[in-house]
């Protein structure tokens, strides 16, 4: 998970505080005081955190507490709301242009992940949006940047317009907006060069870029894990040609969060998008609000359910619903679902959007072996298509057989079986009590979380 030595601090220490029935200034210093270091070890900037310190303190102190909250979760309240103001405050959207197509400059450090960046916000723009982006390849420096973007937009099954390494790439990106309008794409995404931001001359050639292509959003991409230098570079960046938005990558690492929480207060631009993993389909909006939540423990139900829907189409969940309630959920079933999960992410990620996660027993700081998933799928996959249907038929000799099949043992083979009926008549309780029920989700069951 992301920030997870700060979510550790944070949540420790505002645990010491959410119960408390009456809170003293004395109480609110020493909270002050735990969250000021916690801050500072995760390298946010130390005048970031001297100010989200006063104003925290400023609020928590002394102040009217609301009748449905103690005075302790009146403080947390209060942290959380600082917390997200930080980030941003609300969800900042991409633009959407007058008139098409909508033009994007990707511009950063080189290594920062732009050319892999720029295939993932096509793809999220195809997918949420309903868009058809061009990507555009304006690195002509680096060796080999032209054919990285090409091959991306093999994977993606979408154009790239790029002149070689010959061309300049002002001419590029200025062709580039031409093509787009005849091919009538309603996104250009220009992939330009990595370049240290003291280097004036390749700083000239963006803002020239600029002046041609009157880009619509001018995105700063920013390894997560540099920390404190990320901040630095977006200052600079931002100086010298006003960036609209910043796209952090690597946030799914082993960072510690302070570049997410100093560059909107050092640059006064939003961040806009986080890069969650390797794959072309995880590059998710940023959303302060709910960072916030899951940074101290809270939860995150609406990503939880964004991920959930995008995986489940509304006649699968209707088709679920129907095999749960008529007890023939199948082995098959089971499989489609565990791939669906897992192709939401890491399974500790989506176990730390679930609300209290963090206070539950077996829950808390949780390590889910993928290789015993690995094994499931391999077990129920050594099963002919009528054990699938029907495991009563699994005798001895079959489970042998399947144990074999898998490479797990007859105990494994035996378990699987006996929590997978125990599983079926569990869903269908569930399902026979929620009977009449309505809503976003509805039918969408992961019966192994």
Request: hydrophobic share 35%; net charge positive; proline share 3%.
């Given at each position: 998970m992301a920030f997870e030595g700060l979510a550790d601090?944070?949540?420790?220490?505002?645990?010491?505080?959410?119960?408390?029935?009456?809170?003293?200034?004395?109480?609110v210093n020493e909270m002050a005081r735990e969250v000021r270091l916690a801050l500072l070890e995760a390298d946010v900037n130390?005048?970031?955190?001297?100010?989200?310190?006063?104003?925290?303190?400023?609020?928590?102190?002394?102040?009217?507490?609301?009748?449905?909250?103690?005075?302790?979760?009146?403080?947390?309240?209060?942290?959380?709301?600082?917390?997200?103001?930080?980030?941003g405050g609300e969800h900042s959207k991409i633009a959407v242009a007058d008139?098409?197509?909508?033009?994007?400059?990707?511009?950063g450090l080189q290594g920062a992940g732009k050319t892999t960046?720029?295939?993932?916000?096509?793809?999220?723009?195809?997918?949420?949006?309903?868009?058809?982006?061009l990507l555009v390849a304006c690195d002509v420096y680096r060796p080999a940047a032209v054919d990285q973007l090409q091959r991306l937009g093999k994977q993606l099954d979408m154009p790239v317009f790029d002149m070689g390494t010959e061309a300049k790439?002002?001419?590029?990106?200025?062709?580039?907006?031409?093509?787009?309008?005849?091919?009538?794409?309603?996104?250009?995404?220009?992939?330009?060069?990595?370049?240290?931001?003291?280097?004036?001359?390749?700083?000239?050639?963006?803002?020239?870029?600029?002046?041609?292509?009157?880009?619509?959003?001018?995105?700063?991409?920013?390894?997560?894990?540099?920390?404190q230098d990320a901040v630095n570079v977006a200052e600079s960046f931002n100086e010298q040609l006003d960036i609209t938005g910043v796209v952090l990558t690597k946030l799914d690492g082993d960072t510690r969060g302070g570049a997410a929480l100093s560059i909107k207060a050092v640059t006064d631009k939003p961040i806009k998008f986080a890069g969650v993993g390797e794959k072309l389909d995880q590059l998710e909006a940023f959303h302060p609000e709910r960072m916030a939540s899951r940074i101290l423990g809270m939860g995150d139900v609406l990503t939880l359910i964004e991920k959930a829907e995008s995986q489940v189409d509304e006649k699968q969940a209707k088709e679920l619903e129907e095999k749960i309630r008529?007890?023939?959920?199948?082995?098959?079933?089971?499989?489609?679902?565990?791939?669906?999960?897992?192709n939401m992410g890491p399974l500790e990620d989506l176990?730390?959007?679930?609300?209290g996660a963090n206070r539950m027993k077996g829950l808390q700081n949780a390590q889910i072996d993928e290789s015993q998933l690995a094994q499931v799928e391999a077990i129920i996959q050594s099963m002919t298509k009528e054990e699938r249907v029907d495991p009563d038929i699994i005798n001895a000799?079959?489970?042998?057989?399947?144990?074999?099949?898998?490479?797990?043992?007859?105990?494994?083979?035996?378990?699987?079986?006996?929590?997978?009926?125990?599983?079926?008549?569990?869903?269908?309780?569930?399902?026979?009590?929620?009977?009449?029920?309505?809503?976003?989700?509805?039918g969408m069951n992961f019966p192994f979380l």
């Open positions: 601090r944070l949540q420790n220490t505002i645990k010491k505080i959410t119960g408390k029935g009456k809170v003293s200034e004395k109480d130390f005048r970031v955190v001297r100010d989200f310190i006063d104003k925290v303190k400023e609020r928590a102190v002394g102040q009217e507490v609301m009748e449905s909250l103690t005075p302790g979760q009146q403080v947390v309240k209060v942290v959380k709301e600082e917390l997200t103001e930080l980030m008139r098409s197509p909508t033009v994007i400059m990707m511009v960046t720029t295939g993932k916000l096509a793809n999220l723009l195809r997918k949420d949006h309903n868009r058809s982006p790439p002002v001419e590029i990106a200025e062709k580039a907006i031409e093509y787009a309008k005849e091919e009538h794409r309603d996104y250009v995404i220009i992939d330009t060069a990595g370049r240290l931001h003291v280097d004036s001359d390749l700083m000239d050639e963006l803002t020239k870029i600029y002046e041609v292509t009157k880009a619509d959003e001018i995105f700063l991409v920013v390894d997560a894990m540099t920390g008529t007890m023939s959920f199948t082995f098959d079933d089971f499989l489609e679902q565990m791939g669906q999960v897992r176990i730390a959007m679930i609300p000799s079959r489970r042998r057989r399947i144990a074999k099949g898998s490479g797990t043992s007859v105990p494994q083979v035996n378990r699987l079986i006996k929590q997978f009926n125990e599983m079926k008549k569990m869903m269908k309780q569930m399902t026979n009590m929620g009977k009449g029920k309505r809503g976003r989700g509805r």
